[in-house]
């Protein structure tokens, strides 16, 4: 598949997006006028810039409000169509996006708009042009991909053909089937955006909240499923209008993009070939004979993997780490002493694997720095994670000990791809000191969640990392209030929730550290007797996070519940939640540095995070911060 | 009138917020239960902190889902309620709000509802409490607030009214005059809020974007004129839910909250004033006649002053002044002599007037410091804008120099107010050294407008301050595209333009300095023949703005101009604009520290600001600033 992106995606001068697309990998862009018009670099400069970088430049957009008008306004706009030519000339770009006309069209009748479309394609193959006309969601008549090509149809003229658009189709709820019946040759060009589903003006929706593919709620491997079908084989490039994208990292969001694009290809092949036997293959091959461009719409397929089985360990930091030590002991963790020949040492209860790591920067606070992650063969994903471009992370190793494949997650989180076993355990542990004699207590304990403070600017990119490299499903999301502002929640996690990561949208847009130091991050345990477990962690003198009583008054209100069970819970300062599904205790700990630990139990089949609480222990958490 | 303010408009604890209400000047507040549940300090505790900050504890709220269930539900709903009536108990409070069923609402029948709340209504008067219904605009069957006045009548209980709130009535379009029919006995209680006329799904709008009165697009005084006229004489409470509100300064926040109750005091009283000849005022005397409250329903009013003339002054300050007076120099200003008894230098053209300020702190760049508004009486004008709680700024003056009335606007630049004259001249220019001799050139010149960067968390603050404090009127917005994001830019002018100030509101959350930096600020001077100020101005050496030659391309291929006036336009490094009213030229200065200056000519009657030529500007400030 050839893979291209709109300059529009992308922050900074038209230089700079260019760089940053060769970079990322992309076949080709489009120019979106705006970044030419502002740009010092003349468009032969550009054309040089382009071939030098390796980038195709295969669309020029947009050319807007031309069909559907006055005589008069139809000569201006030829016009002003042929200067564009003519700047096309001097690019060396041969195809234009005309979409259908939003602001000055004042005549609805499709043999008019074929004429002057006519006239268009016409002038357009005077200068050696391909015109692509595509309907906006929101075009004033035109506003449907049916109606598009009907025109084009009409027309006949081999200088027109139709740019099919992701947002503007989906958006409107078309149905996406009748793609397969469109010409292959006179798809022109196909842009591709997600976006999450919202009950706005379409207008607005898409110039502020288009995604890249795998970040949003569109069904885009169907969509992309019909193309291929269709026999379609030119350029699929990202068009994403995003307020967060166009300003951040130019390099680092373009990487983003070409991740979508890689990861889409699959997600397009795997519902081609889960839908083969319904619909057949053949029209594929029928169609797409005798394309008009170059590039066999081959698609790149990606190194499987299935969704992890659990977390391995969980990894914190800190350069003085007495604290955490002494939070794991009260809380029940065993030591399991030191490893070989690194400064870390290993602390369990049960499953749960914890490695406090003491090579932190002098005069760093405690903090999240690692999670490992059970997975069938750590080669394939750590292959698989690479290929979706994810940033490597090497360790240290010594011989006979376990190589462990790494990948950077966006906050910069290290993320290890681990050989699970059936049995929960992990072979690497036999690196660390002596075995200890463990008591019989909590041996099923897990790690049920981990819940990690994502930078604003990164926020996208790290649904789609998790999906894309690690297989995990994100939710629908929460918004959870804090006396600073909403906290946006977007559980991530396995079909049998073995692996539960929560990402948290931190509402200032602050510095990662900020953010990490006000909306604290933490690793949550899952018991099975949440009671004793607080009762003996209290005996050892853990400091619990200390919730007010209103909250007990209030939960009766909702809970209507038995007098001695809410006297324990006020008794050890656990939290509780109840659905249809289960029952949900926890409580949690201080906060060291910043991160803190949570303990939880699940009964029946309860399967979300108590965020009727989050408040408070948000409330809890910023007043205890803001009184120090 | 009583006003008040729901604690979710704020950020932070319990605590903090009725502090910051307290300061801000407040009557009472609404209690918002999250606020208590999460609070460390019992209702108790709460009771007596608001005694001692003098504070009505005015609405407990929300209690919700409670109208229109199941005999089973209604006896759960009824035992949550009594919990809550005993906690109010504990409080001291005596109102309680009720939104109609949004989630467990499954029987549409108004006798079945009547009858449920008469029962709520019976309950709360065992407890002392007074329940005040509201229809929530997105109420499962209840969702106008005359049907909920309907259900408050059929129930005809002296312990159930209604609350109207604006937000819920104006979102839905809904008439707001029938509100003079209602009983004023029967209105418990009354919030408002204001909103910009977003279409998205009233939930999200209500959740996310309402802002305080003033800020946005409601016809709020109308609204509160009906609600005056049926006679309603209880609090006025702000229920604001804003995501920026509820991360920004608590304190700040709470004072920018009271300004707009008391600007929506005397707009209300205006538009009773206007009204009163159409609908007579009789209604409010009968209805009002046994009010069961005790706050009379006084609009206050201000001090009254009309929109201001025009720009007095401009200032500018630095720590090395040089580069300020190069450029004004290159630009045709006249330097007019350093003041009497400060370090400050006054430069003219025309009637525009740049004082340059040698005071500023060591090593800070050049930057807008004040802008002085010509105004009708400068002491009214002051006490209006310090009766809406404007922080006061003091200048030295020695005797018989002229005092300025100075106020500080919320992106911290100092806001004076001076005497306007007829002939646009200003007094205290004589105490500037000798007057020069002055060419005849650019008699007519004065300040256009002045573009200031906002910090995000005072972009809604800054629109009600200059509304309410300078008379100014905000216009539409509209988005800029630059390299670093999207620039949400607000006009704020007088009605005959001669005031205009440009808001902009940078893309990414950063500090107001980091804003500044990046989004520069810049004062525009208006002249006769911007050709030949600019021809001058080169003689003299000016660094203009480079406008890239891919402009005047676009620029030809849609304005169609003449070859010799494009010619002149890129020669000079002209931008230009046209629209039905009129032409636009205009060019720009190269930037020293965070300001740079403008340029214009309006031809016809030209009213906007060049906004298609934005973007190029933006360009190439960025690349000059990257460069460097």
């Known amino acids: 598949m050839r893979t291209g992106i709109a300059t529009v995606c992308l922050s900074g001068t038209l230089k700079e997006k260019m760089q940053a697309c060769a970079i990322a990998g992309f076949d080709g862009i489009e120019i979106f006028e705006q970044d030419l018009v502002t740009s010092p670099h003349s468009p032969e400069e550009v054309r040089k810039m382009a071939a030098d970088l390796g980038l195709g430049l295969d669309l020029y957009q947009p050319f807007r409000d031309f069909d559907g008008v006055t005589p008069e306004l139809l000569k201006a706009n030829l016009k002003r169509a042929e200067a564009k030519f003519n700047l096309m000339e001097r690019l ?108 706005m003006d379409v207008l607005s929706w898409s110039r502020h909240y288009r995604v890249f593919p795998g970040e949003g ?40 993009a070409m991740r979508s694009l890689i990861w889409l290809e699959e997600q397009s092949a795997k519902w081609l070939a889960s839908t083969a036997v319904e619909t057949g293959t053949e029209t594929a091959a029928g169609n797409g004979s005798a ?14 993997v299935n969704e992890p089985a659990g977390f391995n360990f969980a990894e914190v930091k800190a350069d003085d780490t007495a604290q955490l030590e002494k939070l794991l002991g009260q809380l029940g963790f065993e030591f399991e002493g030191r490893h070989r020949t690194k400064d870390v040492q290993l602390w369990t209860m049960g499953q749960a694997r914890v490695i406090i790591n003491e090579q932190a920067a002098s005069h760093s606070e405690p903090a999240i720095a690692a999670l490992g992650f059970d997975v069938d063969s750590p080669v394939i994903a750590s292959a698989r994670a690479q ?70 600017q990164h926020f996208d990119e790290a649904v789609l990392f998790y999906t894309s490299a690690l297989a995990l ?43 990490r130091k006000t909306y604290q991050e933490h690793i949550a345990f899952a018991v099975d007797d949440l009671v004793a477990t607080a009762r003996s962690a209290r005996d050892r003198g853990l400091e619990f996070l200390q919730i007010p009583a209103n909250y007990y008054e209030d939960l009766d209100a909702r809970f209507d519940l038995q007098p001695d069970f809410l006297a324990t819970l006020m008794e050890l300062n656990l939290l509780y939640d109840r659905d249809a599904n289960g029952e949900f205790l926890h409580f949690y700990t201080a906060t060291v540095g910043s991160v803190f630990f949570e303990m939880v139990e699940r009964r029946g089949n309860y399967d979300g995070y108590g965020a009727p609480n989050a408040p408070v222990r948000h409330a809890v958490q910023y007043d205890s911060l803001h009184r120090v």
């Open 92 to 199: 060396g770009m041969d195809t234009i996006l005309v979409c259908s006309n939003v602001a000055t069209a004042t005549i609805d009748d499709d043999e008019l708009r074929a004429s002057q479309l006519a006239e268009l394609a016409e002038l357009a193959g005077d200068h050696g042009v391909e015109v692509a006309y595509e309907a906006l969601a929101w075009g004033k008549y035109v506003n449907d991909y049916e109606h598009a090509y009907r025109l084009v149809e009409m027309v006949d003229h081999p200088n027109l053909g139709t740019c099919l658009d992701s947002f503007h189709i989906l958006s409107r709820d078309w149905d996406t089937a009748p793609i397969e019946q469109i010409n292959a040759e006179k798809i022109f060009f196909v842009q591709v955006a997600d976006a999450p589903k919202l009950s």
């Open 217 to 256: 709620q569109f069904e885009l491997a169907k969509f992309m499923g019909h193309v291929v079908r269709a026999g379609y084989t030119g350029p699929v490039s990202l068009e994403v209008f995003n307020d967060v994208f166009r300003q951040s990292d130019t390099e680092r969001t373009a990487v983003d």
């Open 291 to 304: 394309s008009r461009r170059r590039y066999p719409m081959e698609l790149a397929t990606l190194p499987k």
């Open 387 to 456: 290929q979706l471009k994810a940033p490597v992370v090497a360790r240290k190793v010594q011989a006979d000990e376990e190589v462990f494949q790494g990948i950077s997650a966006p906050d910069s989180t290290e993320i290890f791809l681990c050989q699970g076993s059936p049995d929960g355990t992990a072979a690497w542990t036999h690196e660390f000191g002596e075995g200890l004699e463990h008591s019989a207590a909590q041996r099923n304990a897990v790690i049920d969640h981990v819940n990690l403070a994502q930078p604003w």
């Open 473 to 515: 499903e994100p939710q629908p999301f929460a918004e959870v209030p804090s006396p600073s502002g909403l906290v946006r929640s977007q559980v991530m996690e396995t079909s049998n929730g073995a692996v539960r990561l929560v990402l948290n949208l931190a509402p200032a847009q602050q510095s990662q550290e900020t953010a």
